[in-house]
């Protein structure tokens, strides 16, 4: 190729992300945010095993997840774990019970929902979250001193496997 020649590639901006390729027909696995909130709706008594700190970073999340997760926390508190058909009718009228109601519509029949699975996805968000945290300290780290003290906790935790 020569200077300016780019074939027949489209041309995109720099920084600019290309899409997924996907085959027709099929569909994206659901992400870590969808597949928890499956687990939960699927199997509400999870939500009890879970810790505070889960549950925040749940329901801190972005819509409608987030906003789901504190609907979910809500129902817990009040009436307890009850089976996604009683769930299913207690959702209506939420702002994204539509977004729900199409998550559980692409559930597979024979999927079980594993508290284990649930765990991992928590696990790698919370070290999602922790790096990103990181990084922030260490640029705040060389001139503010609590961003220096948070930030050798976090290391700390971070080898001792703690969210």
Known sequence: FGKGDWGDKPWKRRGEASAPRRLPGRTLPPGRAD??????????????????DDHHLLCELAAPHGPLFAWLDARMQDHGPQPWPQLREELAGHEHEDQALALMARLPADIEADPRELENILALEHNRRRGEEMQELSRRAATDPAAYERLKELVARSRTGNP
């Open 35 to 52: 597949r928890a909130l499956q687990i939960l709706l699927a199997n509400a008594q999870a939500w009890e095993r879970l810790s505070n």
